[in-house]
């Protein structure tokens, strides 16, 4: 076959162009990669605990992030306050719960949980049976806690205060 | 990072990304075009401007409704597929036809997803078990009589009139959508393993390994496989878990080899490829030399990497017929779409192919770190591992790293179903990713 020298070159500038564009193009992908790096970032789904025991939370895990004022319970005194803090804090009738609630009849063993997160509190129903209410509202998906929200579990209601 | 870096926005920094990979395509087709014609001319240039176009307009779309999307997936993604049309227009004129017109309905579809879950993507979460289910029967869809057919005796495709597809592509994806649901409600009880949330889990997964394993679909079943353990890992943090299916795995590939004899022969195929003396040849059903007979393909396709060297023939200079025209290596534009490439573009480019593939799956990988819930963060971590597994599954197989199953290259390979799966993959990373970016 004949091949010109004219084809030859071209097909030889063509080729390099093309490398190094693509090398170029890939350089400068990289190189934002590498900015996105030094970033801090966040765990992938670590528990709380993990994540606060690896330094990965802006928050030590002592400082107070919110509160939760017991108004009315059939298991707890009224008026109790819990601390949240960053770690998280599940509540439930079950005894293995960071808050629990042995005589809530209405309350499921593992009931609810409340998680810190980057923008505040947020509570997520854990597959309890009758439901977990915001002002009275059942949750259908996490939600992040505003201050003054009552919560209710079980027969137990709770106000979240900053 | 200075201010300069900033000042382009997320999707302006996405344009002039897919302006380069324009040019990059329109270098690319020009040099095919001018090997095959001997003659220098620009007539190759209105394809690349056509992609250029196709990928502007996805562009469009992603600037409507995921502003604050990762601004380098989608151009990579062009550039893959790009790179993968290139090559098949070198191949073959006609099938590069149509994967053009499949990058246009997987583009369509990209948009349609986009538009569709912009408002808020984790309606979808609500849909786990539809997904679930969806994915079995996609599965499935191949051994209904008169609907799926068989090809090199695996039984994938699925018929209709004129019309083909593979639904194993999109079933995979339902699959992960199902687990990033399900995992994201469970994955406390499931750190805790008790039978009772592990029970739906193990009848969906062992529905499909199944169905992959009766449709001798090797390379699907080891990405299920795999996906599948990844996504329990993420949920639950348990290592334990990983190896227990590590271990499963051993065990099931050792049993597999001793009595599937199909799994048997792509082994012996991997392992020893070449032979001195003739064995027995199952396809003529005489003697013939192992590179002659089974590992043909694998060979072949051997010789066609090596041929590349380190500089490459230049695209559309390889070897890929014989002097009477018949080709070399069956399904070069598919199964073995890198050894043409990787010939064609020789080390350096196909090791920049391989970085390209990386650096998606960190971009994905990113997005999963950024995500603020649970769902979210499974859904971009599973999509992202399966798109990584799956390319490691087919490079693997054809450098000869891992036995060799057929699975296509993501983007890259000739074939409908998996561009049109790819780009929806596409539409779930940046959804994501936008809303990752905009609560924070």
Redesign the interface.
Known sequence: ????A??ET???V??L???V??????W???R??A??LRLP??S????PQ?AAAAGLLAQPAGRELGRLVVLDSPAVDGGTVYTLDAHALTMGRGSNNDVPLPTDEYAST?HARFEP???GIWIED??STNGTFVNGIRLT??RKLAPGDVVRIGETDLRFEP | MGARALSLSYRNRELVYLAVVGVLTGIGFASVYIARQSEVSWGSLGYAIFFFALYVAAHLVARYTVPQADPYLLPMAGLLAAVGVTEIYRLGASDAFKQGLWIVIGVALFALALLRLRRDYRVLEQLKYVFGVSAIVLLFLPRVPGLGTTVNGARLWVHVGSFQFQPGEFSKIFLIVFLAGYLREKREALAQARPKDVGPLLVIWGACMLVLASSNDLGSGLLYFGIFLAMLYVATGRLSFVVVGMVLFVVGGGVAYEKISHVHERVTIWLHPWTTDKVFCPQTGGPALRQDCQSYQLVKSLYSIANGGFGGAGLGKGTFTTTDGRQLIPFVNSDFIYSALAQELGLVGAAALLLVFMLFVARGMKVALQADDGFSKLLAAGLTFGFALQTFIIVGGVLRIIPLTGITLPFVSYGGSSVVANFLLLAGLLLVSNRANSSS
Not at chain 1, 21 to 26: G, Q, S
Not at chain 1, 44 to 47: E, H, K, T
């Open positions: 076959m004949l091949a010109s004219q084809v071209t097909l030889l063509l080729k162009a093309f490398l564009l693509l090398y170029l193009f890939i400068r992908i990289v934002s990669a900015r996105d970032q966040e992938m789904i670590l528990a993990q593992r997160r980057r923008d854990i597959g998906r996490e």
